[in-house]
């Protein structure tokens, strides 16, 4: 099993352009998030699914949207990047209802120009 | 509402010596702790967690931590780290139920010096 990948490990982009990051997992997990790192704030919640075709807000939604159109699949979009947007993106995921460990991708490091 | 207070950003200490990492959490319902480690230019895993029974919670590498519920904390210890440790670990913190809502702290940066 390859548990949580995330594509690409590395982008640049320059203020106002658009891109999708993607994150797959293969352990048939029913809730996957996304966070944002950035240095002295730990990890926030960005958006989150609890299902296939389910999205809901995090904590910092703003400048963001996300798709899971299939249950392994979640994207992360960005429809006009900003400086401010400039972080390490983690995917995870988790299996059953109760709280329980999640499971980190690799992380996406973007820079915005 | 939930949070969670990592009251030191960097811990330096030798190596074969004992560290500690503390945490401090609040939560108005019944919670899950856990604790996770990052390597450099790597994504978190887990360590330990919490969910129910023995306060005292064993993970890998040697690391323990035990959940003192009258001073809401879990914090994580080893009683010899080695130069491998030298890692960021995050505390987290989740409620019962839902979606599985985890917050995380600020982290702590365990520098092992050789």
């Known amino acids: 099993n390859a548990g949580v990948t995330q594509t690409p490990k590395f982008r640049v982009l320059k203020t106002g352009q658009s891109m999708t990051l993607l994150c797959a997992q293969d352990?048939?997990?029913?809730?996957m998030y996304w966070y944002r790192q950035d240095p002295g704030m730990g990890l926030r919640l960005i958006h989150y699914s609890v299902g296939e075709g389910t999205t809901a807000k995090g904590e910092v939604p703003d400048g963001y949207n996300v798709s899971r159109l299939k249950k392994q699949n979640f994207l992360l979009g960005l429809e006009s990047a900003a400086p401010s947007q400039t972080s390490v993106y983690f995917c995870?995921?988790?299996?059953?209802?109760?709280?329980?460990?999640?499971?980190f991708g690799p992380g996406t490091r973007l820079t915005v120009l | 509402a939930q949070s969670v207070t990592q009251l030191d950003s960097q811990v330096p200490v030798f190596e074969e010596a004992p560290v500690e990492l503390r945490c401090n959490y609040s939560?108005?319902?019944?919670?899950?702790l856990f604790w996770y480690v990052q390597y450099p230019n790597q994504g978190l895993q887990l360590l330990l967690k919490y969910l129910s029974g023995s306060t005292l919670v064993k993970g890998i590498n040697g690391f323990e931590a035990e959940f003192n519920k009258s001073q809401t904390s879990f914090h994580l210890r080893k009683p010899s780290v080695h130069i491998s440790d030298t890692a960021e670990y995050f505390c987290a913190v989740s409620g019962s139920g839902g979606y599985q809502k985890v917050t995380f702290g600020t982290g702590t940066k365990l520098q092992v010096i050789p």
């Open positions: 939560s108005s319902v019944s919670v899950y």
């Open positions: 995870a995921s988790v299996g059953g209802r109760a709280p329980d460990e999640q499971f």
């Open positions: 352990m048939n997990h029913e809730y």
